[in-house]
C-alpha cells in the first residue's frame, strides 16, 4: 500500500455532523472562514504524496471506502486549503469540481484525532 494523503481531524464544528444524514462529510484546513467552521471537520493543510484519482481508497481509521470519482479542484484544495466535501454516494463522474466522491457506504462516527488517509494498493 503506497500512502498518498494522511491526516486527522482536529476540530469539529458545532454543526458539522449535520451533512451526515446527505452523506457528506466537509473538511476545511485550520484558515476555514469563521461563518464555514461550525459546518467542517478541522485538518491541517498538508501535501499529497502523489495524484489522488478513482479507483484508490479513502480510510476513516480502519474503515475503507473506494473513490469513485475526483472533482477537479480536489488535489489543489485539499493541498492549500485543506478543503474538500467527501461525499458517500458512489457517483463516477464528478458533479462538482471540490468534492471526492467515495463508495456508498455507511460512513463511521468521526470524531477528534480520527485518521483520514488515501491510499493506492
Do not use: W
Not at 446527505?22 to 467542517?40: R, S, T, V, Y
Not at 463516477?92 to 470524531?111: A, H, Q, R, S
Request: charged share 25%; net charge negative; hydrophobic share 40%.
Amino acid at each position: 500500500m503506497t500512502i498518498i494523503y494522511k491526516n486527522k481531524i482536529k476540530g469539529i464544528g458545532t454543526m458539522a455532523d449535520h451533512f451526515l444524514k446527505e452523506k457528506m462529510i466537509i473538511l476545511f484546513g485550520n484558515e476555514a472562514p469563521q461563518d464555514l467552521k461550525d459546518f467542517c471537520y478541522v485538518i491541517d493543510v498538508v501535501k499529497a504524496e502523489g495524484v489522488i484519482q478513482a479507483g484508490q481508497k479513502l480510510y476513516i481509521n480502519n474503515e475503507k471506502f473506494e473513490i469513485t470519482s475526483v472533482g477537479d479542484a480536489v488535489q489543489r484544495n485539499l493541498t492549500t486549503l485543506g478543503h474538500i466535501t467527501l461525499r458517500f454516494d458512489g457517483s463516477t463522474t464528478p458533479e462538482l469540481p471540490g468534492t471526492l466522491y467515495l463508495e456508498n457506504k455507511d460512513i463511521p462516527e468521526i470524531g477528534l484525532n480520527t485518521e483520514i488517509k488515501i491510499a493506492s494498493e
